[in-house]
């Protein structure tokens, strides 16, 4: 629980600036400076578990100590540009802007300390507290406004919250007036306690939030950024003049606002814009923290696409042409590098927890591809001396090699995380991985030396430990069998895994992997459990000992052994089918001898294979049973057939060049007025067209549509006098 804020002070030194003591503008010691220490205050503004510290102001700048870790933030007097008072969810907090953007947040404050934070701030920085009303309407329709690094939504000129777009991972536009945007997700910290247990967030925290920009980006609302993009203008950036004719020089007018158009000279939506803008605060929020080194083109899998991967020392970025993704080191779980089976690409693989999130799909790997050849030189943008002594050596200062080499150390290094390597498996092939198909895709499957790698859609790793049974279905029991391919499934605790389509000459090195990481292992023959022919004839019945049982039916699970099984109850003459039974000798085809030839061959030899096996007497019993009953009589019509009508005699067919039925005077009318509605707005739906003909209708009187009824006759009497004389 928080308990109340206190406030400590401590008097000023003599000469410096320890303690809680302050410095003059003269240099001398000012014993009128003193500084405030505020315990129980939470540094605000992150996504997620707040973090419990103390606040400390004095004559050389601000500073805050975080109470688990010790971390301690400091702000110089000198970059304090801004300070303000609101409310928020913990009483009250302090924000402090800085001067290159940044906006820190401390929360716990209690209503009363507004005017000894006035006093202190305002002789210390020179800065006002400015109080600050927030908007508690619960509106979800305002004005966005982008000021530094922050975006506020504003709802009647009051804030109704604002966003920090240095924890903005990644912003899209969802449709033509739709922007996503997705935040960081908070990492969990470690009890402040010291117990050592492992952290875990318990808290919700904002994952994705969508904004609904509609309209055209105006002239008067857009600027230029560092790189020559068009982006929203700043809140305190100085309104933008134009001076009309008859005019002073003045802000632009509603009626003069022109929409902004972009290299293809169409007009920019305010959705595209305001995603842009947001892209271009969040590089100025991260370009504190200047790359160490960056790729160019990189091809990843998935997310699919061309991206530029940038290196910091805290996360790594890839930006594409739609998307950006910022992913923090502490959410890498695993890096892998294994060639892929073609001789020509080198795959990077790596683990994420918690995934990116491009919309509603979610990627807890990233998959890029390399070509096995290319190679290129990089310089890391730090000193040799910083680098061992924040690397311990792991990263050099020139890099000359394969670019895939060049990223999995750098990954490696900045992560503290071992690359996984192709192992000792070797397929018949020679590769690391073999081709397969996993859930209808493409795979390769890589047996690893702790787990199983399978890319590229969808990749999933499996690690032995979670493995309880590896399964070869479908393994063909000799070599002359004609299946070419087997598969392989693996069940874990969590579900089960099956690759296919594995060609069959990979079998006994997939195996003998398997059993070498003592795993246990199953194999099955054929598409399932095999039906041998000896063990049947050696079993018996249970019931009757020395008889031999039967097959079920469906067994052997061939076609002719189903059609040998013949049904004695089968009673022909009480169906009341057309159809001629099969042992009919004057019987024809139910088809009427349409069927081919081969077909018809194939049945023939089919059959009489199968009258071999039958005794004489019991087929000649069978034939003179069944010959009479398949002998069926004519059919009789029912009483209701004799009471059907006879059929109607065939219409005679119409002239096609006969003159068509004139429409009625209601019909050329509103063609008439459709012709003029149409000329006058030619957006007007034809809906709007027959109800507006239909009232103009009722309200002509009936002189003029006599007049309607008038022409209408002529035009079918010219049109009957052309046909006559075409038709003598």
Not at 15 to 21: A, D, L, P, S
Not at 23 to 30: A, E, K, L, V
Not at 74 to 82: G, L, Q
Not at 124 to 147: C, D, M, Q, T
Request: charged share 30%; glycine share 8%; net charge negative.
């Amino acid at each position: 629980m928080m308990g109340d804020p206190s406030v400590s002070s401590s008097s000023a030194n003599g000469g410096g600036g320890g303690g809680g003591g302050g410095i003059g503008s003269n240099g001398q010691s000012n014993s009128s400076v003193v500084g405030k220490t505020f315990e129980n205050i939470y540094l605000g503004g992150q996504n997620g578990p707040q973090t419990l510290g103390k606040l400390k102001l004095a004559g050389l700048g601000i500073g805050f100590q975080e109470a688990a870790t010790r971390k301690v933030l400091t702000m110089a007097s000198k970059d304090i540009k801004r300070a303000s008072w609101q409310r928020c969810a913990r009483d009250y907090e302090l924000r402090v802007e800085m001067a290159n953007g940044l906006v820190h947040k401390f929360d716990g404050f209690p209503k009363e300390s507004f005017d000894l934070l006035a006093d202190l701030i305002e002789r210390h920085y020179r800065v006002p507290l400015e109080a600050r009303e927030i908007s508690l309407r619960g509106y979800n329709w305002g004005k966005a406004e982008f000021k530094g690094t922050t975006m506020n939504f504003n709802v009647q000129d009051k804030t109704a919250f604002e966003i920090p777009l240095t924890d903005v991972a990644n912003t899209a536009t969802a449709g033509r007036n739709e922007v996503s945007i997705e935040l960081v997700t908070p990492q969990a910290q470690a009890a402040a306690d010291g117990s050592g247990r492992r952290p875990r967030i318990r808290e919700d925290a904002l994952c994705e939030i969508h904004f609904y920009v509609p309209g055209m980006a105006m002239q008067s609302q857009v600027d230029e950024s560092a790189a020559g993009k068009k982006i929203m203008r700043d809140q305190d950036a100085a309104p933008i003049t134009r001076k009309r004719e008859g005019e002073e020089e003045g802000e632009i007018h509603d009626e003069d606002e022109e929409p902004v158009l972009g290299e293809d000279g169409e007009a920019l939506t305010a959705a595209a814009i305001f995603c842009e803008t947001i892209k271009s605060r969040v590089d100025v929020g991260v370009a504190h923290e200047e790359s160490i080194i960056s790729f160019d083109e990189v091809l990843c899998l998935a997310p699919r696409g061309r991206y530029e991967m940038e290196m910091f020392e805290s996360f790594f970025r890839i930006r594409g042409k739609s998307h950006d993704y910022r992913v923090l080191f502490t959410s890498i779980k695993g890096l892998y590098l294994v060639p892929k089976p073609d001789d020509v690409h080198h795959m990077f693989v790596v683990q994420l927890d918690p995934p990116v999130r491009q919309g509603q799909t979610r990627y807890p790997f990233l998959v890029f591809q390399f070509d096995r050849d290319k190679e290129e030189d990089f310089t890391i943008k730090m000193s040799e001396e910083v680098l061992k002594a924040k690397y311990g050596g792991k990263i050099y200062k020139v890099y000359d090699g394969p670019t895939y080499v060049i990223v999995s150390d750098v990954f490696s290094a900045l992560t503290n995380r071992t690359t996984i390597t192709g192992g000792v498996f070797r397929s018949a092939q020679g590769h690391s991985g073999i081709k397969c198909a996993l859930k209808a895709n493409e795979a390769f499957l890589y047996p690893l030396e702790k787990c199983f790698l399978s890319f590229p859609k969808p990749t999933t790793v499996i690690p032995h430990s979670d493995i309880t049974l590896v399964t070869f279905q479908r393994v063909s029991a000799g070599s002359s069998s004609a299946t070419k391919t087997f598969e392989i499934r693996i069940a874990t605790t969590s579900g089960v895994y099956t690759f296919s389509s594995i060609p069959r000459e990979e079998y006994t090195a997939l195996e003998e992997h398997c059993r070498a990481k003592k795993l246990k292992v199953t194999t099955e023959l054929g598409d399932g459990p095999a039906y041998q022919v000896s063990d049947v004839e050696e079993e018996e019945d249970d019931e009757n000992p020395g008889k031999r049982k039967r097959p079920a039916e469906g067994q052997y699970g061939g076609e002719d052994d189903s059609e040998e099984s013949e049904d004695e109850d089968f009673v022909g003459g009480e169906s009341d089918s057309d159809v001629d039974l099969e042992f009919d000798s004057d019987a024809a085809s139910s088809d009427g001898g349409s069927g081919s030839e081969s077909d018809s061959d194939a049945s023939a030899k089919r059959k009489s294979s199968k009258k071999d096996k039958i005794e004489a007497p019991k087929m000649a019993e069978k034939s003179e049973k069944q010959k009479p009953k398949a002998e069926t009589k004519p059919k009789t019509k029912s009483k209701a057939d004799d009471s059907k009508p006879a059929k109607k005699a065939k219409k005679e067919e119409k002239d096609p060049n006969a003159p068509k039925r004139p429409s009625t005077a209601y019909i050329f009318f509103s063609n008439e007025v459709r012709t003029e509605m149409k000329a006058a707005d030619p957006t007007i739906a034809q809906t709007d067209i027959m109800k507006k003909a239909g009232a103009m209708w009722k309200e002509l009187p009936e002189s003029e549509k006599q007049v309607c009824n008038h022409v209408l006759e002529s035009y079918r009497s010219i049109l009957t006098t052309q046909y006559r004389n075409t038709t003598r």
